[in-house]
């Protein structure tokens, strides 16, 4: 139940994209936890059920944002999407809109999915490796996302994208389940050095997830060339994952993987004063510098939680070596 609601909680409104006034609308709040909540409680039933790691995870997170993005509200294709700007033209071609396809692609992948998921399993590390819904519920969370998806193509808005990208849009979520299923489970996890220090960690994901905002959202007004930007988006996050694979991701590192989850949520938390202030947008942002505020406490808050926990298990470790040395001396 927390997942289903974190994951809109963190993608729309801690993102600024449904202000406290719209996103605790009973009616808005409803669709965006049927919507985002059951993609995540989905994929995330896909990762246990199929043994997959954090990699196949983000690839089913893509097609979560290809579903969203692409077969609902149809921003892929529609040039006068509310939340597009520049990118209506930016990028434009074939009745596409490309750069905001890899931008949300890429964020919902992150933002709406992994994150949200890597949270509520490092809250509840004893069942992280555990499915948390029966069969009956995990089609009932298929059939929910569906039923929104279909609801949205018809009632958000009159735009109706060109079938041939609309069908091409459709058949790629579907190749990437497949390869998100091809997906070794260790792949990007085994790596040979130990993990960096997790203030290091902090980092990296909060500058990595700064460098990311500032090229989709300044690049279109900076870099002339289209192409171009979505060589350098792809090319930052392949450059983070080759980093990433050379460390080892254990159970010793669940702390690591907070810090470098909760980096980009501190990141978002980070810009929600100036949201506030923005007197340019046309809706309502009033309690944006309070929601962030909250989503800072409660990162610190799991951060003490899994720190003492850590605490104990090396506690539980060092005492189970003493027993063990003991144990073989008396042998001796």
Same mark, same amino acid.
């Given at each position: ?31 965006? #936890? ?48 509310? !939340? ?110 130990? #993990? ?53 991701? !254990? ?12 980096? #980009? ?12 202030? !923005? ?29 003492? @926990?850590?605490?104990?298990?090396? @506690? ?17």
């Amino acid at each position: 139940m927390i997942l289903f609601f974190l994951a809109p909680a963190i993608a729309e409104l801690l993102s600024g994209s449904a202000p406290p006034a719209e996103f605790f609308n009973p009616i808005s709040l409803l669709l965006l #936890a049927s919507l985002y909540g059951s993609g995540a409680l989905v994929i995330r039933e896909m990762k246990v059920r199929l043994s997959k790691g954090y990699v196949s995870m983000l690839v089913l997170g893509m097609v979560y944002g290809i579903v969203e993005e692409g077969l609902m509200v149809k921003s892929f294709f529609d040039p006068e999407w509310g !939340d597009l700007g520049i990118l209506g033209i930016y990028g434009r071609w074939q009745g596409v809109n490309w750069v905001w396809v890899e931008w949300l692609t890429i964020y919902h992948a992150i933002f709406s999915i992994a994150i949200p998921i890597t949270i509520v399993e490092l809250a509840y590390p004893e069942r992280r490796n555990e499915s948390w819904v029966g069969n009956k519920k995990f089609m009932g969370l298929v059939v929910l996302m569906g039923a929104v998806t279909v609801f949205g193509y018809l009632f958000l808005t009159d735009y109706r994208p060109p079938f041939p990208q609309y069908f091409l849009s459709a058949a790629i979520a579907t190749l990437l389940i497949l390869v998100a299923w091809r997906i070794p489970v260790n792949t990007g996890r085994n790596g040979i050095l130990q #993990a960096l220090m997790p203030k290091k960690l902090l980092l990296i994901g909060f500058l990595t997830t700064l460098t990311l905002f500032m090229l989709f959202m300044a690049g279109p007004h900076l870099i002339n060339q289209p192409p171009i930007l979505m060589i350098l988006g792809a090319g930052l996050l392949f450059a983070i994952f080759c980093f990433l694979k050379r460390y080892e991701w !254990d159970e010793e590192t669940l702390y690591h993987k907070f810090t470098l989850a909760s980096s #980009a949520v501190v990141f978002l938390a980070a810009l929600t004063p100036l949201q506030e202030l !923005d007197k340019s947008r046309l809706d309502n942002t009033r309690g944006m510098l309070i929601v962030g505020i909250i989503a800072l406490v409660l990162l610190i808050l799991l951060r003490l939680r899994l720190k003492s @926990q850590m605490f104990a298990r090396e @506690q539980e470790l060092e005492e189970a070596t003493i027993k063990g040395r003991r144990a073989r001396k008396m042998k001796q």
